[in-house]
T-cell receptor, first 117, second 114 residues
Framework: DAGVIQSPRHEVTEMGQEVTLRCKPISGHNSLFWYRQTMMRGLELLIYFNNNVPIDDSGMPEDRFSAKMPNASFSTLKIQPSEPRDSAVYFC???FGQGAAMNTEAFFGQGTRLTVV | AQSVTQPDIHITVSEGASLELRCNYSYGATPYLFWYVQSPGQGLQLLLKYFSGDTLVQGIKGFEAEFKRSQSSFNLRKPSVHWSDAAEYFCAVGAGFGNEKLTFGTGTRLTIIP
């Protein structure tokens, strides 16, 4: 398996523009996570899905952020409009689990480095 | 709410020396604990995990960690480090119904000197 695939690897955009980050989880995994990593705040869980359904989006910073998972093999994280403070590395991760052992191991993608100027 | 503390921001050790990275957690129930490693420009790779059973767990690359409930700790160890171990190390605790919500510590950056 190719692992969790994220695109693009790097994104530079101007303030106010819409940004869409993409993630393809590992085939067969039923949970998908979006994290943000910054120097100031470390790794933060933004949202996660289980069986394509958003379970907890309490980490999404504000309404400018939205995430979708239209099917088991694809998810997007959208920022509209983007702001300089959104600059960070965004990671997608996936895992497989059932019941009380839903998170046996999360596999991370290589991340998307977003710079908003 | 759960939390993870990694008290050491940066550690420098000589190649061949032993290593211990500290991790303390706060969680009301039995924790699921993880150690991840991140090389520059890369994603996170799981080193090892603890769910239950033997409190000393073995991981990849020669790492091990010991869960000590009385101390709320899950320290990572390696008897002899290699230059390739230079990276950032994150401890995490899983929470939620399925332990799917990972809360990460702030990380410890490991530098290896010849």
């Amino acid at each position: 398996d190719a692992g969790v695939i994220q695109s693009p690897r790097h994104e530079v955009t101007e303030m106010g523009q819409e940004v869409t980050l993409r993630c393809k989880p590992i085939s067969g995994h039923n949970s998908l996570f979006w994290y943000r990593q910054t120097m100031m705040r470390g790794l933060e869980l933004l949202i996660y899905f289980n069986n394509n359904v958003p379970i907890d989006d309490s980490g999404m910073p504000e309404d400018r952020f939205s995430a979708k998972m239209p099917n088991a093999s694809f998810s997007t994280l959208k920022i509209q409009p983007s702001e300089p403070r959104d600059s960070a590395v965004y990671f997608c991760a996936s895992s497989f689990g059932q019941g009380a052992a839903m998170n046996t191991e999360a596999f991370f993608g290589q991340g998307t480095r977003l710079t908003v100027v | 709410a759960q939390s993870v503390t990694q008290p050491d921001i940066h550690i420098t050790v000589s190649e061949g020396a032993s290593l211990e990275l500290r991790c303390n957690y706060s969680y009301g129930a039995t924790p699921y604990l993880f150690w991840y490693v991140q090389s520059p420009g890369q994603g996170l790779q799981l080193l090892l995990k603890y769910f239950s059973g033997d409190t000393l767990v073995q991981g990849i690359k020669g790492f091990e960690a010991e869960f000590k409930r009385s101390q709320s700790s899950f320290n990572l160890r390696k008897p002899s480090v290699h230059w390739s171990d230079a990276a950032e190390y994150f401890c995490a605790v899983g929470a939620g119904f399925g332990n799917e919500k990972l809360t990460f510590g702030t990380g410890t950056r490991l530098t290896i000197i010849p």
